[in-house]
Structures are given as C-alpha cells and as structure tokens.
Nanobody, 124 residues
Framework: QVQLVESGGGLVQPGGSLRLSCAAS????????MGWYRQPPGNQRELVAR???????NYADSVKGRFTISRDNAKNTVDLQMNSLKPEDTAVYYC??????????????????WGQGTQVTVSS
C-alpha cells in the first residue's frame, strides 16, 4: 500500500507565504514525477507545479515567480513554497505522485497517487 500525506495548508493574508509538504510512504519501488494541483471553489482541478525525477520543472503561468516546487528523493517528499499569495490562490491543494510498486510475481505497476487535499485560504 502507498500513502500520501499532506501538510501545511491554512489561512493567510494576501501577500503572505505558506509551505505545503507531501510525503509518500509504503511499498514504493520508485517515484517518477511529483506535483501539486489545486481545485478552486466551483472550478476544475488544475496543475500548479510539477517536477520530474530528473529535476525538470514546470509551473502554471499564474504562479510563476511566486511558487517554488522542490523534492527530496531520499525522503520521498515534495514541497511547494508559496509566496506573495493572492486571494485567487484560494483552493484545495493536492499532491500527485507517480509511483511504481512491485506486485506479486515481481510485476511492476506504475500509478498516479493523490493526497487527501489541504485547504489554502488567502483572505484579509
């Protein structure tokens, strides 16, 4: 079994900062891409930032220059540092990790796993 546990959400004033963390645990053989998505109220889930196993990064245009994604391969974690937060950043944030596990008979299986979501509210 694989688990993703998120932490770090909360209420912050406009212009403030928050740091989200996501830790993957369980019977993990390997991890490929790790990322953060968000779902604003009444809207669809959208990509915020993504980092591949070789360190390639892409950001949504709306967060470039304000958010920074990083990963620690030794700890199986991915963080999202969010600065200069705006009210429009308000959303439930989800981490997403592509993980390979070893099934019975040595068969590898790769799936996308989602965290439980953490609320980020930017408001004065």
């Amino acid at each position: 079994q694989v688990q993703l546990v998120e932490s770090g959400g909360g209420l912050v004033q406009p212009g403030g900062s928050l740091r989200l963390s996501c830790a993957a645990s369980g019977s993990i053989f390997g991890i490929d891409a790790m990322g953060w998505y968000r779902q604003p109220p009444g809207n669809q889930r959208e990509l915020v930032a993504r980092i591949t196993s070789d360190g390639s990064i892409n950001y949504a245009d709306s967060v470039k220059g304000r958010f920074t994604i990083s990963r620690d391969n030794a700890k199986n974690t991915v963080d999202l540092q969010m600065n200069s937060l705006k009210p429009e950043d308000t959303a439930v944030y989800y981490c997403n990790v592509k993980i390979t596990i070893i099934q019975p008979f040595g068969i590898r299986r790769e799936d996308n796993y989602w965290g439980q979501g953490t609320q980020v509210t930017v408001s004065s």
